[in-house]
């Protein structure tokens, strides 16, 4: 067992900029901006000043809505500097979701970017909180949102009732450096410090308070599991919003003085370029996004020699694509991460030096501090090694709960601190543990259990197959059918009898696919979880016709 890290957020960029002074924190590649950890640490600093300096306390919650912005960066360790919980906000989010969030979580303060991809962020804001265009700045009264009181806009224009964001850090210069070290020093690292809303599946959307204890032993860990060293630049595409950006990204970097390369919206041409132009030697991504930049049609064109580690995960993880990121772009060292937002969220990884085999047919073994078991779904009996059960885990990096929903935490959390995931696994003597399925996604087709991710394994395998979800749809006679979305490759053309033959003699018969339908992209949670419930209302849609 290794030490736990008992340090607030901004502590620890402090001590890294202590360290490392002149070594380079932040580069955004495209905008040619760079900052060491010392000038990292004193932004971070002007602005936790400047959100004292509104009236916001320690505890209180701030939302931030934007992508891979520097701002967004300067404002996770200003947060956690100055005590106030930020609560991510996906950017796909419209009215009905931002307003019950900005309500569910009585933030008190929003920054935003006034729009983002065509959609304008101020008028969604507007919308929700009309009286925020005759409010003076920092008194917002609003009937729906009692809680929220300050608006800040990114750049440099005006908006009624709204701080700017270069405001919030002028504003910073009334503040002392003694009192926010007043503030830095009365954080303790159990307090809640981020907030992230559950993707909403299934029900509302829940806010899962993590701690700094949570995000920077998990950041830690991530980063010994990948040999992350202040010499290594790492690549980050995925949103900050999501764990995978701010913790897996951001924290895994800052834990251990590593180089930050964020990207502002992922674009595949525009990874494969900052990580040529930066001599990145770490790359995360989704599964997605790294087929994605593999069919970038100028993909031979890139230098990406210096890649050497990175984490694919966020879903399934395909073995073909794996062993295409190892040979293909040459990411020798490139982990599996899995988890959940309510573990901080990385319960186990591969390791840099494990076998490929590992590697690709597995998502590791539980992180430092971690304790991992199977159980059996019902009982909660734990269940013999190579049995397929549920994962659960507890330790450090388990949530505080549910904001405000003390039900749905004691639905997942037990009496002696267990977290129940919901994940369906395997695990082997050496502890390294197989994904199976959700509990939840199990197809039940004439009482023969079905797990959607072994054929989906299988049909990778299949020359024309891009990428494959299959779920189960109703049945008269067997309950459930099992049906396959298919995208091809590019230029690829197949049809459904194809692929059953394709099948035929390879995998069980119950398992072939009745219904096939080839589409060109999936629906996506911004995170990048591919959403198997859209895809099922779709099925039935066609298969009633």
Known sequence: ??????????????????????????????????????????????????????????????????????????????????????VTVNTNYRTAELEYLLKQSDSTTIILMDSCKGTSYIDMIYDIVPELRMSEKGKLQSSKLPFLKNVIVLGEKQYPGTYSWNEIVRLGEEVSDEELDQRINSLDPNDVINMQYTSGTTGFPKGVMLTHNNIVNNGFNIASCMKLTVADRLCIPVPFFHCFGCVLGTMACVSVGATMVPVQEFNPKRVLQTVQDEKCTGLHGVPTMFIAELNEPEFESFDLTSLRTGIMAGSNCPIEVMKAVIEKMGAKEITIAYGQTESSPVITQTRTDDPIELRVETVGKALPNVEVKIVEPVTSIEVARGIQGELCTRGYHVMKGYYKNNTATNAVIDDTGWLHTGDLAIMDESGYCKITGRLKDMIIRGGENIYPREIEEFLYSHPKVLDVQIIGIPDEVYGEEVMAWIILKEGEFATAEEIKQYCAGSISKHKIPRYIEFTKEYPMTASGKIQKFRLREEALEIVKK
């Not at 901004?10 to 901006?33: C, F, M, N, Q, W």
């Open 1 to 86: 067992m290794s030490t736990l890290l008992e340090v607030s957020i901004g502590k620890l960029l402090e001590r890294k900029a202590e360290l490392h002074p002149e070594h380079t924190a932040v580069i955004y590649s495209d905008r040619d901006l760079r900052w060491t950890y010392r000038e990292f640490d004193q932004i971070c600093r002007k602005a936790a000043k400047g959100l004292m300096k509104l009236g916001i306390n320690k505890g209180d919650q701030l939302a931030a809505w934007s992508t891979n912005t520097p701002e967004w960066l300067i404002t996770q360790f200003a947060t956690g500097k100055m005590g106030a919980v930020l």
